[in-house]
């Protein structure tokens, strides 16, 4: 079992950047990669950002998070962040982390489907 707990999450305004903490505990080594995907009211949840845990920690965006977002790793602390820059009203929703084990295609760390760990979430309000 791997436990996370996501942290960061709060009110900011249009324009604004806030930072998201996951912290992964238990069977961490079974995690290859990590994932935030966030939920809207009444709408999927959507893929925002991807890392590896292997070395060089490659990562994947969303296209509508590229240049804004980045997505980082802490290995000796277990713990992945995500920073976001230039929030926008329609970012707001309850953002989570997720854990994926084993061998995988980077594709699929697009999908929440393919992960087998979630967080309980954060809630992310921006303003207009």
């Known amino acids: 079992q791997v436990q996370l707990v996501e942290s960061g999450g709060g009110l900011v305004q249009a324009g604004g950047s806030l930072r998201l903490s996951c912290v992964a505990s238990g069977r961490t080594f079974s995690s290859a990669a990590m994932g935030w995907f966030r939920q809207a009211p009444g709408k999927e949840r959507e893929f925002v950002a991807a890392i590896s845990w292997s070395v060089g920690g490659n990562t994947y965006y969303a296209d509508s998070v590229k240049g804004r977002f980045i997505i980082s790793r802490d290995n000796a602390k277990n713990t992945v962040y995500l920073q976001m820059n230039s929030l926008k009203p329609e970012e707001t929703g309850v953002y989570y982390c997720?854990?994926?084990?084993?061998?995988?295609?980077?594709?699929?760390?697009?999908?929440?489907?393919?992960?087998?760990?979630w967080g309980q979430g954060t809630q992310v309000t921006v303003s207009s």
């Open positions: 997720a854990a994926k084990g084993g061998y995988y295609y980077p594709p699929q760390l697009r999908m929440a489907q393919s992960y087998d760990y």
